[in-house]
Nanobody, 124 residues
């Protein structure tokens, strides 16, 4: 499956962005979709994930809790990441990813399918 991430851009601190991750085909419910982010010189880190078979089974990194919301639209084969109250620390390239299964994992090597990154810039 191919994933296409979009929605990145430049925003002032405190602002919001919504990222989208569109899959090239229907992904069965037995999958988890995740968002990761990476800055130059650092490891790619987990941000949020959602189990496609559930409407409200989500997981977040501590840095994202209370500010970011992951959601899905099965009819569009798309997963979203709504990011509010953005901080300078949130600036990064954001990647969406997918894996089979129904158990969360926060490790990049557990996700075989990746989209290209979409850049988020936060200015203070």
């Amino acid at each position: 499956v191919q994933l296409q991430a979009s929605g990145g851009g430049s925003v002032q601190a405190g602002g919001s962005l919504r990222l989208s991750c569109a899959a090239s085909k229907v992904i069965s419910d037995n999958h988890i979709m995740g968002w990761f982010r990476q800055t130059p010189g650092k490891e790619r880190e987990f941000v949020a994930a959602i189990i496609l078979s559930s409407d409200d089974n989500t997981a977040y990194a501590d840095s994202a809790k209370g500010r970011f919301t992951i959601s899905k639209d099965n009819s569009k084969n798309t997963v979203y990441l709504q990011m509010n109250s953005l901080k300078s620390d949130d600036a990064a390239a954001y990647y969406c990813a997918a894996r089979r299964g129904s158990k969360y994992t926060y490790y990049t090597y557990d996700y075989p399918f990746w989209g290209q990154g979409t850049q988020v810039t936060v200015s203070s």
